[in-house]
């Protein structure tokens, strides 16, 4: 029976199906996220509540006709990712599947590697999704673009200051058409300003470039090993081996937006991205949002506090806080810009700013814990989070504070711009010090 003899109703469920694809790396990945990446998978740690890529997988299935969700990458499928795939398929009824790569494939190699699965069904078109973003997620408007022109590559891309555009995957796109004429990943001079956001609509026929690479990295790894086929064949770039290679060839395109956009590289600018998702949920889940109820404690600003956390009255949160599962926040406590992950204790009259306590670590009474954030320049428009690095002339730079996991801070101490590693008890005040 040809598509015209099926009913109408069949007919737009084939015409609409879409996939997604979430790529989330592995665990050689993330270094700049340790401590924290030492206790859950990096995709999994709560941004503004959530897993990080829960914010990716509600966005996806917001879209219509989405059909299923796939992640790829090389982390071991452990308890916390099963379950985490459990929940998001009952609660987004979509199925949620993960494909783990036998060796790290790069941003390209994991889609063809895995093409069979991402075109079983024949979508129409797939979403590819890095992990390591927080956006709000334009997919509604990158598909109406793709349907009103489709082409095999639709980029979103974003704008950034001219110094801090040298740190991302720089676009030359044509004002008129929003071709990509040239693609340079993290160019040595000033390319563009309009930078790659990470986020993909690739029409089918966009696995083809990627199999000319695969064959043509098996060439060349074969004139160096005639012992057959080549091992890293499979990696494939996406940024440098293909689009790169295909702009200015009518083949990749952009969509501009102006939405939030950032990095997560790091736990300082996961903190930032925290933010970023709790000023979104205004718009996009207020049940989200703690209120001030009388008896309750001081909210001020966007703050998430978990229904099983115990908060007391007189505490005073926000803004930009979230408060994790089985939290206990005690009497008279400050808390400002952070996040405090799954049962962790903020005992009596503690003060926590720009710091982000770690699972089940506790905080003395009176203590004050604190770090300097690196946010964007409020003052640029096109600012965004710099590439933190830790050291500078061998001194650790100032940057929030991080706290891993089961760490005891005493009471009555300072603990400022440091990084404490996991299960240390610490008896006296640490400043800008990493604590082995």
């Not at 790659?196 to 966009?206: D, T, W």
Request: with cysteine.
């Amino acid at each position: 029976m040809r598509p015209s003899q099926l009913c109408p109703r069949i007919q737009v469920a084939i015409a609409i199906m879409l996939k997604a694809v979430i790529l989330i790396g592995g665990p050689q990945k993330g270094t700049r996220f340790r401590p924290l990446s030492f206790e859950v998978p990096k995709p999994l740690f709560p941004v503004a509540g959530v897993p990080m890529i829960q914010h990716h997988i509600e966005a996806c299935a917001q879209v219509p006709g989405m059909q299923e969700i796939l992640l790829i990458g090389f982390y071991q499928p452990d308890e916390a990712l099963t379950r985490f795939l459990e929940a998001a398929q009952q609660e987004f009824n979509l199925p949620v599947r993960y494909l783990q790569e036998f060796v790290p494939l790069g941003t390209g190699g994991g889609l063809y590697h895995f093409r069979d699965q991402i075109l079983a069904g024949g979508p129409e078109a797939f979403f590819v999704l890095n992990a390591d973003v927080c956006s709000d997620f334009p997919l509604s408007a990158m598909l109406a673009a793709y349907r009103r022109e489709p082409h095999p590559f639709l980029l979103l891309g974003t704008t950034a200051n001219r110094t801090q555009s040298l740190n991302y995957g720089c676009i030359v796109e044509n004002p008129q058409t929003h071709e990509v004429l040239h693609y340079v990943e993290k160019p040595s001079t000033f390319v563009s300003d309009v930078i790659n956001c990470g986020i993909y609509l690739f029409s089918p026929e966009a696995l083809k470039p990627l199999r000319d690479v695969f064959q043509r990295n098996q060439q060349d790894g074969q004139l160096e090993d005639s012992s057959g086929l080549w091992p890293g064949a499979g990696t494939i770039r996406l940024e440098q081996d293909v689009f790169s290679a295909l702009a200015g060839q009518g083949q990749i395109y952009v969509h501009l937006t102006d939405g939030i956009w950032s990095q997560i590289k790091s736990a300082g600018s996961a903190l930032y991205a925290s933010r970023l998702y709790l000023g979104q949920y205004q718009l996009t889940h207020p049940e989200r949002l703690a209120k001030h109820t009388p008896g309750g404690p001081r909210i001020r600003g966007n703050v998430y506090i978990h229904p099983t956390a115990k908060v007391a009255p007189s505490a005073v949160l926000g803004p930009n806080v979230s408060i994790g599962e089985g939290v206990t926040v005690g009497e008279g406590v400050r808390l400002r810009e952070s996040i405090v992950l799954h049962g962790a204790t903020l005992q009596e009259h503690t003060c926590v700013l720009h710091t982000i306590v770690g699972w089940g670590s506790t905080v003395g009474r009176w203590a004050r814990v604190e770090g300097t954030p690196n946010d964007p320049n409020p003052n640029d428009p096109r600012a965004h989070m710099d590439s933190e690095s830790l050291f500078k002339d061998g001194k650790l730079l100032p940057a929030i504070t991080i706290l891993g996991c089961r760490v005891r801070i005493p009471a009555e101490v300072l603990i400022l711009n440091s990084i404490v590693l996991p299960h240390k008890e610490l008896s006296r005040s640490f400043t800008n010090q990493i604590i082995l």
